[in-house]
């Protein structure tokens, strides 16, 4: 193969085979492989029309994305080299890099170019469209055959392997940016040999197919690059974009798109690890947990997995395996997965071989190994231990000062890492050579031996071992993350207790409590060591440094409380009196801050009676947080079933609809706003009354909007209806009982709670509408005892900007009259409907200005 632009033909073969998903805001965005085809031609054409020609630099900066993906092979097919930037990077190092690099045009996605200010942009948003129209230039919905035709033509000359594909920048914080100068060549002298090892495992994988690989790992990074990008069209496989890194939210999207692997680096995995163990510990099942898990050591994998069946059915059947990579994985966190009946695949590579030197075998792996050499590279091991490696995949050098200074004549790559080979040829990795502490005595101490005997204790959520200065030479120094509720003492005990599996030379005298919630981190989650160690010293030098420093916790909660009150001598510290101040929105934006950043699954139910700082820090430091986005209410998915459709239609033509006509004869204006509109939409409303008002404005819709339709009710009164109180007549009971399950499948209702659990029905809501149904929202979330429209809530908003459908404004006139005067029959002519011209918002709106703007529009119906 002679460059990726022939790789990229490929997509032809899977046609409308799903490529992409992503979850974006509340709905599920799904790329085939022919649509990515599209926008990455598109993406092509646009750089050529931009004055970008074949080996032209072009900046790429965007979180993980389909657009991303696009725009990865719209390069490829103009020839133009990739300068990917990190999107958690500072605009500050993206500037530099665009000028060190001398790109011609930067790809931005639309937050990043709202901040970030370059000559020449192109918003990714617009340019990667997976339904591009090029006019003649082929057959508008063709197989393919003649958009390949015209990919095949994009570059201004024939690509080679020895093509520059890009140039990746290390994300330095001073000095002249480096970058790492990759080819067509370097990527396919990696994917050459994966593609080949796969061939005899093909004959299974169609009864698996298509394999979903959830990514975690930044596409700015090689790893990423290669298993995201480059490994899926090899197997025809779907690449699922998750950009949380929350446990919870993970395993939720391994399930629910029935993912085969998680691609991760090492400290996600270790999250990962720790939000298993919490969610076994909230159950109260920790000790019967280890007592399974230490009886599982040495069973076949089957019985491991068997035994271990509640957990793989939270992650799904399918889900069999971590792909890990961008860094060592803790062996601890190698064998908890592996004891639990997953296989854990490990490769071992950096920036400079294209990704990968070594790899195991997903079903041969040696524990506490990186696999075997890859094929078609020389490999050995220097007198100390380095590893060197030489071959197609090793880069040809390094972009610096605005120029290509190429590599060595000899092409040994000096790896800077310390490995050694086991009897069966595995690569085992033993750590960085200049991360290596020489002890005053003249010993050799790795840092990593040391951080996997802190990590074993309980009080240690994380940690990294740095060298102080001694003399001419150094001793270790813990630099310590600790767990929730553990403190000073704790973190003594731990050093301690992990001093004593560790020789004499080795041991620590000295630690650091870390101030903040998280190391400095690289794009692949790698602490920044020169930076903490700096800090570490500063810290030891300075005590008052480390109490003088505000709480995590602290400086997240300062935008959402109000001052504390005088807080008299002896009494509680003074911030943790501090009362929350916040609105339902903020409370929702308070909630996930802290869920990703403590890697917690917050109870919304028990955070909703949250008053104080004090309060919320009690909730953090519970073992686990227990269940999660209020599990109270039930989302009733039964309900949009094809029979239960299809029996709700009958029975509302027979009953509903003749009901609403003869008792209401409701009059409808401006349903010709309609016209030509197709959904799904989300239909806002006035609210008058809980028995008339669903019934009115279903009379008023188009079939096409009536027959799938979700209508939002309030989720406490659902509640009760489900669950009625057990002090009450039976035949009380059981009339709110039946109620419940007649409202929800005739009229397809589901929760949308008041106080908590409103990200779950916003979820359950994205769900409906990627299946195909319509909404309704009455935005003022409860009925008024007047008629009069109140203040419509700012969840709508929300919900808007992340559903991005048509809004259709509706308001209900003349039913408070019938309510006021308990009539069951309108008056010729009483009550309207009125309809409102759908609206859009543009993307980034405000949600508290999309529930303003609604209301007024609302309001002012004519």
């Not at 490995?419 to 002890?439: H, M, P, Q, W, Y």
């Not at 008052?544 to 001598?569: K, N, W």
């Not at 406490?716 to 009339?735: H, I, Q, T, V």
């Amino acid at each position: 193969m002679d460059s990726l632009a022939a790789f990229f033909m490929r997509f032809q073969q899977f046609g409308d085979d799903p490529a992409l998903v992503e979850r974006r805001g509340y709905r599920r965005v799904v790329w085939s492989y022919a649509g990515l085809a599209r926008a990455a031609v598109r993406v092509a054409l646009q750089l050529r029309d931009r004055g970008v020609r074949t080996g032209d630099r072009v900046l790429l900066c965007a979180a993980n994305s389909p657009e991303w993906v696009a725009a990865f092979w719209g390069c490829v097919l103009r020839g133009a080299v990739i300068v990917p930037v990190d999107y958690a990077g500072s605009p500050e190092f993206a500037r530099r890099v665009a000028e060190n690099s001398g790109a011609r045009v930067a790809l931005l996605s639309r937050d990043i170019a709202a901040t970030t200010q370059f000559e020449k942009s192109l918003i990714l948003e617009d340019v990667a469209v997976p339904d591009a129209n090029f006019g003649p230039a082929f057959r508008p919905g063709a197989r393919g055959a003649d958009l390949f035709s015209l990919a095949a033509t994009l570059a201004d000359k024939p690509l080679t392997r020895k093509d520059i594909l890009q140039i990746l920048f290390t994300s330095g914080t001073t000095g002249e940016p480096r970058g790492v100068v990759l080819t067509h060549g370097n990527f396919l002298a990696n994917l050459e040999p994966v593609e080949s090892g796969f061939a005899p495992y093909r004959k299974y994988e169609r009864w698996f197919h298509p394999l979903r690989f959830v990514t975690l790992v930044p596409l700015s990074h090689v790893f990423g690059q290669f298993m995201a990008l480059l490994v899926p069209p090899v197997l025809g496989a779907v690449i699922v974009v998750e950009n949380s890194s929350n446990p919870s939210d993970v395993i939720a999207t391994a399930k629910r798109e029935r993912a085969t692997a998680l691609i991760a680096v090492p400290r996600m995995l270790d999250t990962l690890r720790r939000g298993v163990e919490r969610q076994v510990e909230s159950r109260g099942k920790a000790a019967r947990f280890a007592r399974r898990f230490a009886s599982a050591e040495g069973r076949r994998f089957l019985r491991r997995a068997w035994m271990f069946r509640a957990i793989h059915r939270r992650f799904g059947w399918k889900f069999w395996a971590f792909i890990s990579g961008g860094a060592a994985l803790s062996p601890d966190t190698e064998a908890f997965f592996r004891r639990l009946g997953y296989a854990v695949v490990q490769g071992y590579g950096m920036t400079e071989t294209a990704s990968l030197i070594s790899l195991n075998h997903p079903f041969r792996a040696a524990q506490g190994t990186v696999g075997k050499i890859l094929p078609g590279r020389e490999f050995r091991l220097a007198a100390d231990g380095e590893i060197l490696v030489r071959g197609e995949n090793v880069s040809v050098g390094y972009w610096e000062k605005g120029a290509l200074r190429p590599s060595g004549e000899e092409g040994w790559l000096r790896t800077g890492d310390l490995g050694e080979l086991d009897a069966e040829g595995n690569l085992r990795f033993r750590g960085r050579k200049k991360s290596v502490i020489v002890t005053p005595a003249g010993l050799n101490v790795y840092p990593e031996d040391l951080e996997a005997a802190l990590r074993a204790q309980p009080a240690v959520r994380d940690c990294v071992v740095v060298p102080l200065a001694r003399d001419a030479n150094a001793e270790p120094c813990a630099v310590l993350l600790l767990a929730s509720g553990a403190g000073s003492l704790e973190a003594g005990a731990a050093v301690q207790q992990a001093n004593a599996s560790l020789a004499e030379y080795q041991r620590m005298r000295r630690h650091v409590i870390w101030p903040q919630a998280d190391f400095p981190r690289t794009a692949t989650g790698k602490p920044r060591l020169a930076e903490i160690a700096a800090r570490a010293g500063a810290l030891l030098h300075d005590g008052a440094a480390l109490s003088s420093q505000p709480s995590a916790l602290e400086q997240l909660l300062d935008r959402f409380t109000r001052p504390a009150p005088a807080t008299p001598a002896g009494g509680a510290p003074q911030h943790l009196e501090r009362e929350l101040n916040l609105t339902s929105l903020d409370r929702v934006e308070l909630l996930t801050a802290l869920e990703e950043r403590y890697q917690l699954d917050l109870n919304e139910t028990s955070f909703a009676r949250a008053k104080t700082v004090a309060d919320v820090e009690r909730l953090l430091q519970q073992p686990s947080a227990g269940p999660r986005r209020g599990r109270e209410y039930v989302y009733p998915r039964w309900t949009q079933s094809p029979p239960v459709r299809w029996l709700r239609l009958a029975i509302y033509y027979l009953l509903v609809w003749p009901a609403t006509v003869i008792l209401a004869h409701p009059r409808v204006a401006g349903r010709e706003r309609l016209h030509g509109l197709r959904g799904p939409v989300l239909v806002v409303s006035n609210h008058i009354t809980r028995r008339a008002d669903i019934g009115l404005i279903l009379k008023a819709l188009p079939w096409r909007f009536r027959h799938r339709l979700a209508a939002a009710m309030e989720g406490e009164r659902l509640m009760l209806m489900r669950r009625p109180s057990r002090d009450w007549f039976f035949l009380r009971r059981f009339g709110y009982w039946l109620g419940y399950w007649l409202v929800s499948a005739l009229f397809n209702v589901f929760p949308l709670p008041q106080r908590s659990g409103f990200r779950e029905s916003f979820r359950f809501a994205g769900e409906s509408v990627d299946r195909g149904y319509s909404l309704l929202v009455f935005p003022e979330g409860e009925v008024t005892s007047d008629g009069a429209m109140t203040a419509f809530q700012n969840g709508v908003g929300l919900l808007v900007e992340n559903l991005a459908i048509p809004v259709v404004p509706v308001r209900l006139d003349g039913v408070w009259g019938m309510k006021r005067e308990a009539r069951r029959l309108a008056h010729r002519g009483e009550i309207t409907v009125r309809i409102g011209a759908p609206v859009v918002f543009p993307p980034g709106t405000p949600p508290g200005s999309i529930a303003r703007a609604l209301e007024k529009i609302v309001r002012e119906m004519p």
